[in-house]
């Protein structure tokens, strides 16, 4: 299946949705509402400051064909430059897809013949290590995990050298899942981001797994997570549901982090990179 | 805090509202947009907001709430009564069969369905039942261990039958837990989204098998506009009698909490706050209404004041202020029903202009200490102060335990009272909707 096909077949769902919200608009014909169109952003989740600002320069930009202008406007906003480092830490609210995450990249990477190793750190949840070791037995990658209750820096530190001793390309390196508004969690996240920096200076990354049904809170999700261990990309996950997932679009346009991948199944090859284009263009009904 | 940043939105809308002793048409509409905008941020769901917002339109536009003398108040209460009512009216607990009952914990990826498991069992073992987890999750990876080892952890029974699918699972468990005195059994179903058509037939075949006493619907409280989909797609397949709405110790503005309740007609029950197997916590719609609002301390005072006040003596007291008789008399049973309402800063906060009457200095000693100079006057000085002398101020500041000073400055602001009655629009006072004793 082509990385197109996959992706519209992912965000079927959302389409269909889109597509009457569209309907809609198209119903109204010249009268252009653009109330509606605000709607239907905020039914996808966009929420109404970031909706009522793109509806705003959509209306700026007076074209005669709405629904290009649109995309053309949500292009520009998803279309972020984003960098690539060795370690990835993948953060995230519990629930939010983390550790499903790591196994599919690993996966991934795997199939394009890189070197992973992963490090679980997430020693809190119970059966956490095992679930992340089914994965890395999936997908065929060297592991170290931490045993339940050690402490999850120490589990990184050692981690890291292990990985580096064995030339690992990429290391994933999966976290607990924490709500964002706790702060004793966050300290410690902040200590895990440290303790990496020190063992690979500059080859750090965060990522922040975002589930697509997860609304205007998002926001305060990024804007704390940002405070702490500023993550650089975004993982939508679990696309494949009728959620729009258009919170990203909205942090998008606040925090300028680009999204780095989609989460589009429960299979290991269901993690797809993301392109702004492929995403914006399979939203719209025209595209079947 | 849950709802926290809705509440302060909400809260400062109100604030503007609450200080007017007018409001015009256009004053409301605006608070009403803000009141939307505030409640789509909060990721209530569109739709539930537009009715939520054109029912509120139409009750505070009536003319009887533009007319009042608490335009404001009134809004409010508007306010809260709707929110309540989205809410659901009353809290419910776990339904509970005559003998063995059966629960299934059904919902999407990651929204909590393990720990809400072990926190339900825990409840239930908690009010001297015995319950046991059975996990059918043979999707995820760990899935039956983590319940197993938080079912542990929390001293609550588990139980891993045989089997390679769901069904098979349920039966052997079933056939299992009858050996036992086990009386709640509890499964845990594989994370699903609502659309795939597949999982929720078997969803629909487990539900036949075990015959659940209920079905419980674990919900992420941060969901956004999709909540009331997720909501509605197992609830109209009959795979939803209850909800638990998880995650509520984060800063959510928890609007999935006041959507899916008036989507899809199912009580919310129980909210997790937390990740310890204990934090679960029941589900009080009215005070998360309040809550919401800021203002459950007011709301109680608005209340209590309806009660307090009747309208026969605030019928009495108008004609009074009209006829310009207003004594000490008079204003001493203010005092009294002021005491009964509660303390002078709560209600400095819901009288309209209340942040004035704040900055008057009013104490709380002071109120008890007026009524104390009064009790010590005689019938004929209530009735016309100007009579109290030296002499008499003398007689009434030994008689009520405090100073000259004191008796003055009592009958000072009680001129000053007298004066502000006599300013107050007589139109007004006319109407006969004076829902307070006096107007500061």
Same mark, same amino acid.
């Given at each position: 299946m082509s990385i197109m096909a996959k992706i519209s077949k992912g965000l079927s769902k959302t389409r269909e949705k889109m597509a009457q919200a569209f309907q809609a608009v198209f119903e109204r014909g010249p009268s252009r509402d653009y109330e509606l169109l605000e709607e239907f952003l905020i039914l996808a989740d966009v929420?109404?400051?970031?909706?009522?600002?793109?509806?705003?320069?959509?209306?700026e930009k007076n074209s005669p064909e709405l629904i290009p202008a649109l995309k053309e406007e949500l292009v520009q906003t998803l279309n972020l430059d984003s960098e690539d480092k060795p370690v990835k830490i993948f953060v995230g609210i519990n629930g939010s897809g983390k550790t499903t995450s790591v196994g599919k990249l690993c996966h991934r990477f795997v199939s394009e013949g890189k070197k992973v190793?992963?490090?679980?750190?997430?020693?809190?949840?119970?059966?956490?290590?095992?679930? +992340?070791?089914?994965?890395?037995?999936?997908?065929? @990658?060297?592991? !170290?995990?931490?045993?339940?209750?050690?402490?999850p820096g120490a589990v990184l530190y050692d981690g890291l050298n292990s990985a580096a001793a064995k030339n690992a390309d990429y290391i994933l390196c999966d976290t607990a899942g924490r709500l964002h508004s706790n702060k004793n969690l966050m300290q410690e996240l902040e200590k895990i981001l440290r303790v990496s920096e020190r063992v690979r200076p500059g080859a750090v990354e965060v990522l922040l797994t975002l589930d697509a049904a997860t609304g205007q809170n998002a926001l305060q999700q990024m804007e704390t997570f940002e405070q702490w261990v500023k993550p650089s990309g975004i993982i939508l996950t679990k696309l494949d549901g009728s959620a729009k997932g258009g919170v990203a679009i909205a942090l998008a346009a606040k925090y300028r982090v680009p999204i780095k991948y989609i989460?589009?199944?429960?299979?290991?090859?269901? +993690?797809?990179?993301?392109?702004?284009?492929?995403? @914006?263009?399979? !939203?719209?009904?025209?595209?079947e | 805090m849950v709802f926290s940043g809705l509440s302060q939105r909400l809260q400062g809308i109100i604030g503007k509202l609450r200080g007017r002793g007018r409001l015009s048409e256009a004053d409301v509409k605006d608070a009403l947009k803000e009141i939307k905008l505030a409640l789509l941020e909060a990721d209530v769901n569109y739709k539930v907001v537009k009715d939520f917002i054109a029912n509120l339109q139409q009750n505070c536009l009536g003319?009887?709430?533009?007319?009042?003398?608490?335009p404001g108040q009134q809004v409010i209460k508007l306010v809260r009564d709707e929110l309540t009512?989205?809410?659901g009216a009353s809290a419910s607990s776990l339904s509970l069969a005559k003998g063995k009952s059966v629960y299934m914990l059904v919902g999407l990826q990651g929204s909590g369905k393990t720990t809400t498991t072990v926190k339900i069992a825990r409840m239930l073992k908690a009010k001297g039942k015995k319950p046991v987890v059975i996990s059918l999750d043979t999707y995820r990876p760990a899935a039956v261990e983590q319940l197993e080892i938080a079912a542990h952890d929390a001293q609550i029974d588990s139980y891993r039958p045989g089997g390679l699918n769901p069904i098979e699972i349920a039966k052997h468990a079933l056939a299992w837990t009858d050996k036992f005195e086990h009386d709640c059994l509890l499964f845990d179903t594989a994370g699903r989204m609502h659309l795939d058509e597949a999982l929720m037939e078997e969803l629909l075949q487990l539900k036949a098998l075990i015959k659940p006493v209920e079905i419980i619907l674990v919900l992420d409280a941060m969901t956004g506009q999709d909540a009331v989909n997720i909501a509605q797609g197992f609830a109209e397949r009959g795979l939803a009698d209850s909800i638990v709405l998880t995650k509520l110790d984060s800063d959510t503005r928890g609007g999935a909490a006041l959507s899916v309740r008036a989507v899809t007609g199912k009580p919310i029950k129980y909210i997790g706050v937390g990740e310890k197997t204990e934090q679960l916590e029941q589900f009080h719609p009215d005070r998360m209404a309040s809550q919401i609002l800021g203002m459950g301390d007011v709301l109680t005072l608005i209340e209590k004041a309806e009660a307090a006040f009747d309208r026969e003596q605030a019928a009495k007291l108008q004609e009074k202020l009209r006829k310009q008789q207003f004594t000490l008399q008079d204003f001493r049973e203010q005092l009294h029903q002021f005491k009964n309402i509660g303390s002078l800063d709560q209600i400095a906060g819901m009288l309209p202009g209340g942040a004035k009457l704040g900055k008057m200095q009013f104490d709380e000693r002071e109120i008890a200490r007026f009524d104390a100079i009064i009790a010590s006057m005689t019938p004929a000085e209530r009735l016309s102060p100007s009579i109290i002398n030296g002499s008499r101020r003398k007689r009434i500041a030994a008689g009520s335990g405090t100073s000259v000073q004191q008796v003055n400055k009592l009958l000072k602001q009680f001129a000053m009272l007298q004066k502000m009655m006599k300013q107050l629009d007589p139109k007004m006072a006319k109407k006969g909707r004076l829902p307070f004793p006096f107007k500061i």
């Open positions: 929420g109404p400051a970031a909706a009522a600002a793109i509806v705003a320069k959509v209306k190793f992963v490090i679980g750190t997430d020693t809190f949840r119970a059966a956490a290590d095992m679930q +992340l070791e089914e994965w890395c037995r999936r997908a065929g @990658v060297p592991y !170290l995990l931490g045993k339940p209750g050690s402490d989460g589009v199944g429960e299979g290991i090859e269901d +993690l797809l990179l993301f392109a702004a284009e492929s995403y @914006v263009n399979s !939203l719209f009904p025209e595209n | 003319a009887e709430i533009l007319n009042s003398l608490t009512n989205l809410l």
